[in-house]
């Protein structure tokens, strides 16, 4: 058998501010697009099934456009015979167990959703058999993904077993529905393959011989992500899992270094803009210089850049006053955070804040206040465990 696994594609996201933006409505596109691209590989190179592995939408509250145009997608996979087999992740989950988008998607043989039940003895795991192997949804666990993990290690019998998770391997408490390496290393006698998701970037664990892997986004959820995106492709004859990048906006990243001679009164005429990039501009230096950052944003947006986004760094001295006018609000509570004497003495970790903060902002900002509750108890248990 060979399958494509994609994950996290969060149809219907539009960026924080006016709907009816260009550029709003540019990356409501992007997301479609590199969705479009991924269904077209398919398409044209037959896998015998189509994983996700959660976050097929943003949110659990979609408008009548980005449904209509994710059935329209997902028809041609299945007028070309590719069976679609999804499971939810927490930007798809409704306060109702019994409610989602997908759950739709599944009655009206979109796709076929593996979502975990209550049974009477316990939870219940559905499975799909495809051409001899069983295929496991295990959904978004939350905080009680290894737990989860545990139990499905407990039933699998054999190990020509898929299993489909919303989760990644990893250590970090500020990201809740991670999973620690030690627990997942319990299914690599399990399964052939594990397919995850929840990270935004493309990664296989562990490094040798990998049995677990993440595609990564097919698109930037955040302008300023790093690292790999895309989808894979498995065989289970060969046991070999190739990794595709997806089709995504194009992204142009430039560093200047004013006190090093770099001038930004001439960036624009010194820098080739690419019509209908985003543009990501960090300014780093010491010493006596002035930089506009909304300004600087707009002659890059007149050069033809569909957005630009500058953040200023400061390497000799704490940010004053007026370096604070010229930030945005996210670069401001970076610095803010990044310099907290009261945050060092209890132990945390700045850069960890900074991600679990905007991650609490988000999950209210999306109305998802069960998500909020997870990451606040995780910020505050990773606080206590830090200075005790």
Not at 93 to 118: D, G, H, I, M
Not at 226 to 244: C, I, L, M, N, P
Not at 272 to 289: D, M, P, Q, Y
Not at 339 to 351: D, F, P, Q
Request: charged letters at 30%; glycine letters at 8%; a negative charge.
């Amino acid at each position: 058998m060979r399958f494509l696994h994609c994950s996290d594609i969060h149809l219907g996201r539009r960026p924080i501010g006016s709907p009816n933006s260009p550029y709003s409505s540019a990356r409501y596109e992007d997301y479609f697009s590199a969705f479009d691209y991924v269904v077209d590989w398919a398409v044209q190179n037959k896998p015998d099934a189509f994983f996700i592995t959660g976050d097929l939408f943003d949110k659990r509250d979609i408008n009548p456009d980005t449904l209509a145009r994710t059935q329209s997608i997902l028809s041609r996979l299945k007028e070309n015979g590719i069976r679609v087999l999804a499971i939810e992740g927490n930007h798809d989950k409704s306060f109702s167990a019994n409610e989602s988008w997908l759950r739709f998607l599944n009655e009206t043989e979109y796709l076929e959703l593996l979502c975990p039940v209550q049974g009477e003895k316990g939870i219940v795991f559905p499975c799909i058999s495809i051409d001899g192997f069983k295929v496991f949804g295990l959904g978004y666990p939350g905080f009680m993904a290894e737990e989860m993990i545990l139990k499905a290690s407990s039933f699998l019998e054999g190990k020509d077993n898929i299993i489909l998770i919303h989760t990644a391997p990893g250590n970090d408490n500020f990201i809740p529905g991670l999973v620690s390496p030690e627990v997942l290393k319990i299914l690599r006698s399990k399964v052939i393959y594990a397919g995850g998701g929840h990270l935004h970037s493309q990664l296989a664990f562990p490094l040798e011989e990998p049995f677990f892997f993440v595609p990564g986004s097919l698109e930037y959820w955040d302008v300023w992500e790093r690292d790999s995106k895309g989808f894979y492709v498995f065989d289970t004859e060969s046991g070999t899992a190739d990794f595709h990048d997806s089709r995504r906006r194009e992204r142009q990243e430039f560093s200047v270094f004013p006190g090093e001679g770099d001038d930004l009164d001439g960036f624009v005429n010194e820098h080739e803009i690419h019509r209908g990039a985003i543009v990501l501009v960090t300014v780093t230096g010491s010493g006596e210089f002035y930089v506009d950052p909304v300004r600087l944003e707009r002659e890059i947006e007149s050069s033809g850049a569909l957005k630009a986004f500058v953040r200023v760094r400061r390497t000799d001295r704490e940010i004053t006053l007026d370096d604070y006018r010229l930030m945005s609000a996210r670069d401001i509570e970076r610095e803010v955070i990044l310099g907290s004497r009261e945050w060092k003495e209890l132990g945390a970790r700045g850069e960890d804040l900074v991600v679990a903060i905007e991650k609490m902002k988000q999950s209210q900002e999306d109305g998802r206040y069960d998500l909020f509750k997870e990451s606040v108890d995780a910020l505050l248990e990773a606080i206590v465990g830090g200075g005790s």
